[in-house]
């Protein structure tokens, strides 16, 4: 028999060589589930995936520009956005594109999250998508340094004094991280080498690995549901609408970089470039690092200078560890799920978080400040501003919560608003106020615990 046109021609050859009709053919019958769920979350992965592709295309015109050193770096971005055409446009599309991967792919997460898609056999593919935001996270870090003007110098010497706090092995990792014991040019290579090509190819290695996860395994099915739905075709129906979000994203991204080119000024989005830096400068006043770690960064501040024995800023670092490891294993946790079983509890548990961190978060960014106050006065106003907003958000969750999903598990969201009013309305101290909290939780849930042991 002759063969067909496509096994003659270049087609033919590729095939003949590496076998791909076989993947042609799985993309050709993949499907994805239809449901509410597959209208907005399924997509999450896909809009996290286009802004690191911008990430890089951007990053790599930046570095035919960019002179890393402590001489050339302040100047050649300044070069960059002054003298070389659409520069600026350049340098913020990239800055806004980290600021919205972040935002997608904390979405993506969270949304991952309160659907249960890490339950078996999807527990790796949870792990991988963890670590994956911890290595975005790092490309933030590293890459705030790189412009070396006087914020970016100042905030960087308060965020790498964090890592002292590490018990045992704090200052030896401080020397390596900075390269000496202070911030000086040597970090600025270090970040360099993080930024540019450590973190972009551990990030595209497991990407690889996360992708092939999905791709393997498909997208979960919601909580209880056994035979998967008849739902629409990857390829390409599912493909050509994620390819028309990325549309709509690279048009809201333009935008913003066209029109808010230094970012919206607010605390933690601000990449305007400002003065060089200068280590012998006195410090820049109100310095706070990226908005996704102002949250840690308020949580240190709650916590005195000693407290049990220990250093504040070492039990701090060990509470968040906790809590960031507690997120990591909540596959293997979360065992109503593995039955696929609705588990209410765990995704009360993401709203909760949700609540803690936007309390912090509000606080950080001084809402409610009073500039002619006295300190003690503005920070008590700042508190209770805080306080009625998440407050507010914490009872529209619920409602939404119980009137639509008939969500009847709100421990840990009502825990988390406890916290807010004991601290931030009543005046106790924040720590006194998570130590009632917590107690409240344990309280209520204990039974739950039991109960779900005799059955």
């Given amino acids: 028999m002759a063969d067909s046109g496509n096994d003659r021609g270049w087609f033919g050859w590729v095939d ?32 996290t995936m286009f802004f690191f592709m911008v990430q890089i295309i951007t990053g790599v015109l930046l570095l035919m520009y960019y002179q890393p050193g402590e001489a050339t770096a302040y100047e050649s971005i ?10 600026w446009l350049m340098r913020s599309v990239h800055c806004w594109s980290a600021h919205l991967m972040i935002i997608s792919l904390v979405l993506h997460m ?17 792990v991988t998508g963890y670590v994956l935001f911890a290595l975005t996270l790092g490309f933030g870090f590293s890459g705030y340094l790189l412009p070396w003007n006087k914020l970016a110098f100042f905030a960087t010497s308060v965020g790498t004094d964090l890592v002292k706090s590490v018990p045992l092995t704090g200052n030896w990792l401080l020397q390596v991280l900075r390269g000496g014991p202070d911030v000086t040019a040597n970090t600025l290579y270090r970040f360099f080498a993080l930024h540019v ?5 551990a990030f595209v290695a497991l990407i690889g690995v996360h992708l092939l996860f999905v791709q393997r395994q498909g997208m979960a099915l919601p909580v209880g549901v056994k035979v998967a739905p008849r739902g629409i075709k990857f390829f390409p129906s599912f493909a050509l609408r994620d390819v028309l979000l990325w549309l709509v994203c690279f048009v809201v991204l333009l935008t913003l970089a066209v029109f808010v080119p230094y970012g919206p000024g607010i605390p933690g989005m601000d990449w305007e470039l400002g003065l060089k830096a200068d280590p012998l400068a006195p410090a ?16 240190l501040k709650e916590f005195p200078p000693h407290l049990f024995g220990m250093e504040g800023p070492q039990l701090c670092l060990l509470g968040v560890s906790l809590l960031l490891g507690i997120w990591a294993i909540i596959p293997w946790l979360d065992r109503r799920a593995r039955r696929e079983q609705p588990s209410p509890g765990f995704s009360d548990f993401g709203w ?16 409610g400040a009073v500039p002619s106050a006295a300190a003690a006065a503005s920070l008590k106003a700042i508190s209770w501003t805080c306080a009625w907003w998440t407050l507010a958000g914490g009872m529209v969750i619920i409602a939404v919560r119980f009137l639509v999903h008939h969500h009847r598990w709100f421990i840990f969201t009502i825990a988390a608003l406890l916290h807010v009013v004991l601290h931030g309305l009543l005046g106790l101290s924040y720590l006194m106020a998570g130590v009632l909290a917590a107690v409240f939780a344990a309280i209520c849930i204990t039974p739950s615990i039991f109960r779900s042991r005799r059955s």
């Fill in 16 to 47: 003949r060589r590496y076998q791909i009709k076989p993947l042609i053919e799985f993309l050709r019958h993949k499907e994805v589930p239809r449901g509410p769920h597959s209208m907005v979350w399924y997509y999450l992965g896909g809009t």
């Fill in 78 to 87: 300044r070069y960059l956005t002054t003298k070389v055409p659409f520069g």
């Fill in 110 to 126: 969270f949304s991952t999250m309160m659907l249960k898609a890490y339950r078996p056999p999807r527990e790796l593919t949870w």
């Fill in 197 to 201: 090509v450590i973190l972009p190819l």
């Fill in 284 to 299: 820049f006043p109100g310095i706070k690092p990226e908005w996704y770690f102002l949250w840690e960064y308020q949580l």
């Fill in 352 to 367: 909760g978080a949700i609540l803690f961190m936007t309390f912090l978060t509000l606080k950080a960014w001084d809402i």
